[in-house]
């Protein structure tokens, strides 16, 4: 809903007013809005607002209540009710109409710097502590919100937009060559902590960061392993279910005019569902819109089809990004596609394109991410517990799934039981052939401890805490994309992973159940009782077999890329049909490009 950007001179030196306007002013595509700020002599916050409803009151950024203590936030509090209750038992009034932002002021009042621990939403904010003299920023829990900084002798800067920071002019351009060469083996950072640049750090997912002459990170929130919610009747799960995805979409929605990202598959139908009911239950007009891609012509593509039933069922309107008629790397030589760092997508003009779409029609957006790692149970969970010899438990979770669904479970028995037996076994984790020196030495990393192992669902828990969530929020963030439209991600609420994480993995979990069950009535047959499928294709193979892309393969590398790449040793790409040599092989030219914008700043 904004942009952030705040500079903090430790040694007491004065804010540079005409600085904090220019780096605020950087952060106009994140807020069109309205840009502030508030200087407090060696501290200055400056913050670009975007709002997503023409219902809400405008408000003005960076805010105090008392003169002393400021914020600067880029937040969404959802269950405002329940936390200005608690705010009002702790003496907080007058909280009704308070806005989000002050919400996080009060609650930091009462808590201090515990105050995270009693949010809900997305939100990366800053908060100047006047009478400490500290500052205290924090990340959501899942980390939705992005948060860079970067420190340096006596100063620290930091913004909700990597580029913001970067125009501080004590900043350095130098590239971390660890972070460059992640890319190149896995298409991203693999260090939660790490940019591509050495002096710019990202605040991870649920950590804060506090300091008085110097910042330190650390990790506020785990997710939980030790919840276990058990009912007597089955009806009691599905309805706990629908009633806390209700409130998550309520939650985000905020405005009557909003869109869903929404291909054929049961999670984004699963959201545009419960968007349309949330809006229905309120009699003032609304405009609930999805939109879809598709391919029509390069490869089989069954999206159109059930994601048009849905939209027919839901009686909304829906709007098709056609792939077919984009080519490799599309627009990426212009500065709408630029980024800060380097992006694995040759179809980002799809991507921008598509949200652009959205935009056009309101501010708020909804995706279907998180239920497939919400409800993930791996391939040998029924092996498990037969090689545990709990063959009564086994019969007793497939009757219940029956029971529910009125049929057996589907199990694509051939693969799993490759898997099983071992024959199917993953690639070795290998680094390109092209790699230098500089990209394949790379030194072993400062990494926190492995993540708590989950008692029921281990796999589901690794997913849903992986360093890869955040790095895919980022791209749709508006301080990235330049398109003023802000996404959210209702399966990411806190509220509803908690509960997956604690109910019977069977029948629950299993074939997506507890979903498809809260869905009787809501989507279509077709649609609801669809299977988990993977494509069969990819667009992007059946691009690289067409005669007008050969130049792919022949691109002049700028002198920067030869750092990381003997570009002499990296395969043709055109005419490949493996699809995981074609991603990889692709990555010299996509960094190209970035280095390549990098020279003409």
Same mark, same amino acid.
């Given at each position: ?111 201090? @710097? ?155 139908? +699963? ?38 039933? +849905? ?29 800060? @760092? ?143 439209? @802000? ?96 991603? +990889? ?17």
């Amino acid at each position: 809903m904004s942009g952030i950007v705040g500079i903090v001179n430790w040694d007491g030196t004065l804010v540079d007013p005409r600085l904090l306007s220019r780096l605020t002013d950087a952060l106009k595509n994140a807020g069109p809005d309205g840009q502030h700020v508030w200087l407090g002599g060696p501290v200055g916050f400056g913050h670009a607002s975007l709002r997503t409803s023409r219902d809400a009151a405008p408000e003005t950024q960076p805010l105090s209540l008392d003169g002393r203590t400021w914020i600067t936030a880029d937040a969404r509090v959802d269950g405002r009710a329940d936390l200005v209750r608690e705010l009002t038992v702790h003496g907080c009034d007058g909280l009704r109409d308070a806005t989000d932002t002050a919400l996080i002021l009060h609650a930091y009042r009462v808590w201090g @710097e515990s105050c995270v621990r009693n949010l809900l939403g997305d939100f990366a904010f800053a908060i100047w502590d006047g009478e400490r003299r500290r500052l205290f920023c924090a990340r959501d829990h899942f980390g939705v919100k992005p948060l860079f900084y970067a420190e340096g002798a006596g100063f620290l800067v930091f913004s909700s937009s990597l580029n913001c920071v970067r125009l501080h002019p004590r900043v350095s351009s130098a590239l971390d060559d660890q972070a460059i060469a992640d890319f190149l083996r896995v298409g991203s950072i693999e260090e939660p902590t790490r940019t591509c640049f050495a002096g710019i750090r990202r605040l991870p997912a649920a950590h804060d960061l506090i300091g008085e002459t110097r910042v330190r990170a650390k990790r506020y929130w785990t997710l939980p392993v030790d919840g276990e919610v058990r009912y007597r009747r089955s009806t009691e799960y599905v309805e706990h279910f629908t009633g806390l995805l209700t409130r998550a979409v309520a939650d985000r929605l905020r405005s009557r005019s909003a869109g869903v990202l929404m291909s054929g598959g049961l999670d984004s139908t +699963t959201i545009a569902a419960t968007a349309k009911r949330c809006l229905a239950d309120d009699p003032r007009p609304f405009d609930l819109r999805a939109y879809t891609t598709v391919c029509d012509r390069l490869v089989a593509d069954p999206e159109r089809r059930y994601a048009q039933l +849905t939209a027919d069922a839901l009686a909304i309107p829906i709007h098709y990004r056609v792939v077919d008629d984009y080519q490799m790397f599309e627009r990426w030589d212009k500065a709408e596609l630029r980024r800060a @760092e380097p992006e694995a997508d040759p179809l980002l003009a799809v991507h921008v394109d598509q949200l652009s779409d959205a935009a056009a029609n309101g501010r708020v957006l909804l995706t279907g991410h998180g239920a497939d790692p919400a409800v993930r149970i791996p391939a040998r969970y029924a092996l498990d517990l037969v090689k545990h010899g709990e063959l009564g438990r086994l019969s007793a979770e497939v009757g219940r799934y029956i029971m529910q669904c009125r049929r057996l479970p589907r199990v694509r028995i051939g693969t799993h039981a490759r898997r099983w037996l071992g024959f199917a076994k993953p690639a070795a984790d290998r680094p390109p052939s092209w790699l230098n020196a500089t990209a394949r030495s790379r030194p072993a990393s400062a990494t926190e401890a492995p993540p708590e192992i989950h008692p029921t669902r281990p796999h589901a828990y690794e997913l849903l805490t992986s360093a890869d969530w955040p790095a895919i929020f980022e791209t749709y963030d508006p301080g990235v994309t330049g398109v003023p439209v @802000e996404v959210r991600h209702p399966f990411f609420d806190r509220r509803v992973v908690e509960y997956l994480l604690a109910i019977p993995p069977m029948p629950w979990s299993f074939d997506k159940t507890i979903v498809r069950l809260a869905m009787r009535g809501a989507l279509p047959e077709p649609v609801r009782r669809r299977p988990k499928t993977v494509a069969a294709s990819d667009p992007i193979v059946a691009l690289l077999q067409t005669a007008d892309v050969r130049w792919v393969d022949h691109f002049e590398a700028v002198p920067a890329l030869h750092r990381y790449v003997d570009r002499e040793r990296v395969p043709r790409v055109c005419g490949e049909t493996d699809q995981n040599a074609i991603w +990889t092989n692709v990555r010299p030219l996509c960094l190209n490009y970035w280095l390549k914008a990098q020279d003409a700043l």
